[in-house]
Every structure is written in structure tokens, then in C-alpha cells.
């Protein structure tokens, strides 16, 4: 284990089976709506790429960069870093997460995939901290749900660092205090 972590909170092995459970779920809704599954940079990306392996459906793969965190506390502002690649008007869009805390920057990106047209816009995402949520936003498939803790590896950071830990694990206080 990393010597910044405090305690693992979900394996590699447990990620992974939670992530085959929300493929096979996925797959029922999504078998024959072509959908675009949409990673949200940088935090999505292992938990996206494990996804889509098990997602043995027709689909289309794209990515969305926004930015709202420095430091362990959401701003509550979120801006566009990189935009998509394609056009979501009259596509079912799945948005991939890494956790969802506030919301708020999920509640932008609905907003601006509605905007641009898409037909449906629903949420997958590993980790949901339904404590701490300011905008109304209910992902429809949730990994786990966790408390109010900072927890990073398995794509989260905490500036920048961690996102390559195989396993989401909870960060020493002392490391951000
Ligand atoms: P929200 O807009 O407050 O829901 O924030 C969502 C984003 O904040 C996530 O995609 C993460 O990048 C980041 N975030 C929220 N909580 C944590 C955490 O516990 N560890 C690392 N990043 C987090």
C-alpha cells in the first residue's frame, strides 16, 4: 500500500466485480441504443476503460474535460478544458463518472448535453458521496456509495497525484493538512 494512504476502501478485485454488475446492467438498457459513453477526464478514465470492456455492445467512445477542483473542496465552478469530439443530438449519452460529490459538475454537463440536442443523457459512476450533494443530481447506476471522506487511486487525485494507485483508497489527513 501507498505510505500517503490511510486505509483501502475498495480493491482492485472489488472494483472490478462492482464494474461487471453495471455492465450487466447497462447492456439490457443500452443493447440496441447505440449510445455514446462519455468519460469525464481525468478522474473517469480507469473506471471507463474497465466499463467498456465489459460492455460488449455497439457504442461509441468520447471524452468531455472539466474542471472544477483544486484541492480537496469543490469551487463550484466548472469551465470546459476540452470539448467533445462528436455530435450528441438525438443520441442516448452515458455519462461515465468517477464519483459524484456536489453534483455540480454533472448538473453542467446535463445541462449542455440537453442543450446540444441529446435524446437521453443518464449516469454511471463508480463512487457516489451522497452527503455531500448541493445540486439535484441522481446518478441511475452507482458503483458504490461512500461517505463524506477524500479518497483517492483508481483515477482520482488529490493534485494531480494518486490517479494511477490500483484501488481507491482513503488519504492520510496529514498528507493535505
Ligand atoms: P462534484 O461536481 O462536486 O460532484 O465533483 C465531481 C468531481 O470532483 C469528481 O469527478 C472528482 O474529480 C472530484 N472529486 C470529488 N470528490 C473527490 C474525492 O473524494 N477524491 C478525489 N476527487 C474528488
Known sequence: MHQDIDKILFSQEEIEAKTAELAVQLKTEYAD????????????????????????????????DVSSYEGTVSTGDVRIVKDLGMSVRDRHVLIAEDIVD???????????????????VEMV???????TRKAPIAAKYVGFMIPKLFVV????DYNEKYRNLPYIGILKVSVYT
Open 125 to 131: 459512476t463508480l463512487l457516489d458521496k451522497p452527503e
Open 102 to 120: 456536489t453534483g455540480r459538475t454533472l448538473e453542467k454537463v446535463i445541462e449542455l448535453l440537453r442543450n446540444r440536442g441529446a435524446k437521453t
Open 153 to 156: 487511486g483508481y483515477g482520482l
Open 33 to 64: 441504443k447505440k449510445p455514446i459513453l462519455l468519460g469525464l477526464l481525468k478522474g473517469s478514465m480507469m473506471f471507463m476503460a474497465e466499463l467498456m470492456k465489459k460492455l460488449d455492445i455497439d457504442l461509441q467512445v468520447d471524452f468531455l
